[in-house]
């Protein structure tokens, strides 16, 4: 079977038939600057403190060219793919407190009685396929018809305890048991990539490292922190890519993955590491999670949880890989392959025919193991603590040891908050949900539906670290700087003014009260207000000439538009005033909003505000001055004097189109005033919050630091004090009290403005009941002053002033007595 699928493949890498070259020169030199790992030198020589992971472009992935291999002429000998696999296998070491070591595949399927393969349907939930887990019912999964379009649906549950968990194991020497498995295929320009599958029946917890700093003192806390990480099956890969001369030194290049991401190590460059004087790339598995590392190292930070969107957070948390090799002693375990565990995977046109069926799981692309999903209401389980050394286990600190550490496990979960605040902030490990459960990556699918199964390798992303780190920073100087610049969190408790929420809502409510009283109190005086009629009349009756009275009767409603007016103006300039004064502050603590596009916002909103406003001014002026002008003209014309031409003439007929739209400035300047009110209880708002917290905070939770969305930096210690102090701004009240008066004030003008238009129209109709000409005029005095003589009532009841009380009476107006014109008023 094995020289059958040897020739198949050398017939797919084109090999001249299984043949390779063995003999002759080559035309240039061949690499040999890659380093050498010794793994008895122990972790003082190979084994660093802190880092992180390599950084590897996006998109990238190593695509062999035309100049990747040397030349070499010479002649053919026959060489099994299975020597070469060997040849290449990675040396795998793993951390000495590693408890779900490698497994065989058959270790799952020994026993078909204990597993059982559930498939899970998007719209009817999950349905059991089969009540036994054996190489045929995982085979069925995609050969039977019915099913082949949902294999992937599929998922196997095996019965668990700690004795298969805990995987085959070492032996005496420190070797794994376990074998691992390989799949190669031509890779373009004389080059093959082989890619190594290792599995695992259970892959353990998380690590995580809390950094705090309190009192002066920093304390680094190391823990494996379940749920997370936690799951049922586990496959991992390296990928060796190799030119096709099997005498050559080192690989090509290896591929090491963690989950989304991973490093790319070009050998050409001196950036492999192999095993002793052999071609065998070295790889260091995570302790629990099972990841391969290029680098023995104490901890890898791949992720930190700062800073985050926070409420509350802990100074620096971080999610990390363990990948030291050697325990205090200088002993070590690690996969050492050789002909008996590095097993070739068959093809899929193979299966079921042409192999074993220990082998039918080869056909399997389910999912490996039950689908871990953490729920919203997850909380984690009491962690693991380690060791400086990351060696041994040691018991996690008490409150009194650590305050900080003791508010992390609250804040994820672990234990119950003390405080409301620490229960009410967002919680730690709702961060940690949403890290491990980013979908396809973190199912365990196996080696038939991996994506690099017969591909070029390429990474979807980066490490998350490298989103808050600078990608030419290296390992070293990143885990330096986050020490160098913890910020300590003690803090004195001290007293803080506050802007006082409470009374200004009550504030805010009193307003409302008074423009409520305000407004019945003007409708009520403006209803009982007396107003003279357009024409006095003397003792003989003759209308007299309008008289500055009037004029300032005309002019009543114009001087309320104006109070209201000159109110929105100082209001506008108190909101301006305060908001200058705050804005630098703003900018520097709100970082997420785009200030200097809010500043244009601003000041175009004053400005259309002012113009619309003195536009609406001054277009009330024009019609009063209009209506005294036709009340004038009209006593002209009836006692025959000429009249004068004005300005406003040429004005005349555009009166009510200009009122209309200059009323609908005025209406869109009230709108842009309510965003001043938002503006002015956003920031009002956001004094009280942090005034708040900061009463909570100071000298009751020391050891939290304060974040939010979008800002460039966390509050911490002294630091934290500053910034609570920087909140008692009594310009944030300035900008929200000016912002409700300028609302108040464009309130009052929408309302004079609508009123004023109907009272002066109301004026221009009464002039139609008075003498429309100088002869009606004359006529309408020879009337009354011959009924006069005859008959005082009759007189007065054939006056044409009857009109004018008709009319008056029409709109609810009452003349008092005609008999004595001086005093005559209307209500």
């Not at 690989?251 to 004087?277: F, H, M, S």
């Not at 090799?325 to 002993?331: K, M, T």
């Amino acid at each position: 079977m094995k020289s059958i699928l040897a020739v198949l493949f050398c017939a797919r890498v084109s090999l001249c038939d299984g043949q390779v070259s063995d003999g002759g020169d080559f035309l240039y030199p061949l690499w040999d600057s890659n380093r050498q790992f010794y793994p008895e030198d122990g972790s003082d020589a190979n084994t660093r403190k802190c880092t992180i992971p390599p950084f590897q472009e996006e998109d990238s992935s190593f695509v062999p060219t035309d100049d990747s291999c040397p030349v070499k002429v010479g002649s053919a000998v026959f060489v099994d793919f299975q020597e070469l696999a060997v040849r290449y296998a990675p040396y795998l070491f793993y951390h000495p407190l590693e408890e779900n070591t490698m497994s065989a595949v058959n270790r799952t399927l020994d026993d078909t009685e204990k597993g059982r393969l559930v498939i899970e349907w998007d719209d009817y939930g999950t349905e059991l396929f089969s009540n036994e887990l054996s190489p045929e019912s995982l085979l069925e999964t995609t050969r039977n018809p019915d099913y082949s379009m949902f294999s992937h649906k599929f998922h196997f549950e095996h019965d668990l305890d700690e004795e298969y968990q805990a995987g085959d194991g070492f032996d005496e020497e420190g070797r794994s048991r376990a074998p691992i498995y390989w799949r190669a295929f031509a890779s373009s320009h004389g080059t093959i990539t082989f890619n190594y599958y290792f599995y695992y029946t259970w892959s353990g917890p998380a690590g995580v490292g809390v950094l705090t700093s309190m009192n002066g003192t920093t304390q680094y806390t190391r823990l494996q922190q379940p749920p997370y990480g936690v799951q049922e099956g586990d496959w991992e890969s390296i990928s060796v890519t190799i030119c096709q001369h099997p005498d050559l030194h080192s690989p090509l290049a290896v591929t090491y993955r963690q989950n989304a991401w991973g490093q790319i190590r070009d050998c050409r460059y001196g950036e492999c590491l192999l095993y002793k004087d052999t071609t065998h790339p070295v790889g260091f598995v995570a302790l629990g999670t099972h990841e391969i590392y290029p680098s023995s190292v104490e901890e890898v930070v791949y992720a930190d949880v700062q800073p985050l969107e926070f409420f509350a957070n802990l100074q620096q948390v971080m999610l990390v890989h363990r990948t030291a090799y050697a325990d205090a002693d200088g002993q070590y375990r690690y996969f050492e392959p050789n002909f008996n565990n590095v097993k070739q995977l068959p093809e899929q046109y193979a299966i079921p025919e042409q192999v074993d069926r220990s082998d039918y799981w080869v056909a399997y692309s389910g999912v490996w193991g039950r689908i871990t999903d953490l729920h919203p209401n997850i909380t984690g389980t009491y962690p693991i603590c380690l060791a400086d050394d990351t060696l041994s286990y040691k018991e996690c600190p008490t409150e009194e040891e650590n305050e900080v550490f003791y508010l992390y496990l609250q804040m994820s979960g672990v234990i119950e908050a003390s405080r409301p605040l620490v229960a009410a902030a967002t919680l730690i490990h709702e961060y940690l949900q949403s890290f491990f459960n980013k979908g396809e990556f973190w199912i365990p699918f196996g080696p038939a539906t991996s994506r690099y199964y017969n591909e070029h390798v390429f990474f979807d992303e980066q490490a998350p670290i490298y989103n808050q780190t600078n990608q030419n920073e290296t390992g070293e100087a990143f885990c330096q700087r986050i020490i160098d610049e913890i910020p300590d969190t003690t803090r004195i408790a001290i007293d803080f003014e506050y802007l006082p929420f409470i009374q200004n809502v009550v504030g805010v409510v009193l307003l409302f009260v008074f423009l409520t009283i305000l407004n019945i109190a003007l409708l009520s005086c403006w209803n009982r207000r007396a107003v003279k009629p357009t024409f006095e009349t003397d003792s003989d009756g003759r209308f007299l000439r309008p008289t500055k009275y009037l004029r300032n009767e005309l002019f009543v409603p114009f001087w309320y538009l104006c109070g209201a007016f000159v109110l929105t103006v100082l209001a506008g300039v108190g909101f301006f005033g305060g908001y200058l004064r705050i804005t630098n502050f703003s900018k520097e603590r709100e970082a997420m909003v785009n200030w200097s596009a809010f500043d244009q916002f601003l000041i175009i909103t004053g400005s259309f505000t002012v113009v619309a406003d003195s536009l609406m001014v001054f277009v009330c002026w024009t019609m009063v001055e209009n209506v005294w002008l036709k009340v004038k003209r009209h006593y002209q014309m009836m006692v025959g004097e000429e009249s004068s031409a004005h300005w406003l003439d040429r004005f005349s007929h555009k009166g009510r189109r200009t009122f209309v739209f200059t009323y609908s400035w005025l209406m869109a300047s009230l709108m842009l005033a309510l965003f001043m009110v938002v503006f002015g209880i956003y920031h009002v708002g956001f004094s009280y919050m942090f005034g708040t917290v900061c009463r909570l905070y100071i000298g009751s939770l020391d050891g939290i630091c304060f974040s939010f969305p979008g800002w460039e930096d966390i509050q911490c210690g002294k630091d934290f004090q500053d910034f609570c102090k920087d909140w008692e701004n009594i310009s944030m009240l300035l900008t929200m009290w000016s912002a409700f008066v300028v609302v108040a004030g464009h309130f009052y003008m929408v309302f004079i403005a609508g009123g004023f238009e109907l009272v002066l129209e109301w004026y221009e109709k009464t002039l139609s009941h008075y003498p429309s000409s100088r002869d009606d005029y004359l006529n309408y005095l020879e009337k009354l002053g011959i009924s006069a003589l005859d008959e005082n009532t009759e007189a007065i009841e054939k006056s044409p002033l009857k009109d004018v009380d008709t009319a008056q009476k029409d709109g609810n107006e009452e003349i008092v007595d005609v008999d004595e014109p001086q005093s005559r008023e209307v209500s």
